[in-house]
């Protein structure tokens, strides 16, 4: 009987051991599981409304084009006014999306590209066709 409860004491010390530290893991931020969480907890920019980009406006995307990769800024959005539209659709209020990008590593456009960046997982984005401004390629995005 004195074996049990010294292996029962053995057994409960180390499971309460495993719980405190699995406790104070979990409250850290800033760990590796804790941002592939918080990447997972936030919407798809895909799928995200004009708020969520606005937090975004300078921001760094890689797009991954006929070349290789690149990246794009986010230059501005502007809000599209289209009383006629459905109020049932994917987003409250469409918007359009202004990327700047090095015009000589530039996709071609018009179709659809893997675009990543840091705060969210990867998505698929169509880009119309590149301009140029100033010596920029500029690329739209449209959000219905």
């Given at each position: 009987?004195?074996?049990?409860?010294?292996?029962?004491?053995?057994?409960?010390?180390?499971?309460?051991?495993?719980?405190?530290?699995?406790?104070?893991?979990?409250?850290?931020?800033?760990?590796?599981?804790?941002?592939?969480?918080?990447?997972?907890?936030?919407?798809?920019?895909?799928?995200?409304?004009?708020?969520?980009?606005?937090?975004?406006?300078?921001?760094?995307?890689?797009?991954?084009?006929?070349?290789?990769?690149?990246?794009?800024?986010?230059?501005?959005?502007?809000?599209?006014?289209?009383?006629?539209?459905?109020?049932?659709?994917?987003?409250?209020?469409?918007?359009?999306?202004?990327?700047?990008?090095?015009?000589?590593?530039?996709?071609?456009?018009?179709?659809?590209y893997r675009i990543t960046h840091a705060s969210r997982t990867p998505f698929d984005l169509f880009i119309g066709k590149i301009a140029e401004a100033r010596g920029k390629g500029v690329f739209?995005?449209?959000?219905?």
């Amino acid at each position: 009987m004195s074996q049990e409860i010294h292996t029962s004491r053995r057994k409960f010390i180390a499971g309460g051991i495993a719980t405190a530290a699995a406790v104070s893991l979990s409250a850290c931020d800033g760990g590796a599981v804790g941002g592939l969480t918080a990447l997972a907890a936030a919407p798809p920019l895909s799928q995200s409304e004009i708020d969520d980009w606005e937090k975004l406006v300078g921001a760094t995307f890689v797009v991954v084009g006929e070349s290789g990769k690149t990246t794009a800024t986010l230059a501005a959005l502007e809000r599209s006014m289209d009383l006629s539209r459905p109020s049932d659709l994917a987003r409250h209020q469409p918007f359009y999306a202004f990327f700047e990008t090095d015009l000589r590593t530039a996709p071609e456009g018009n179709k659809t590209y893997r675009i990543t960046h840091a705060s969210r997982t990867p998505f698929d984005l169509f880009i119309g066709k590149i301009a140029e401004a100033r010596g920029k390629g500029v690329f739209v995005a449209v959000f219905n």
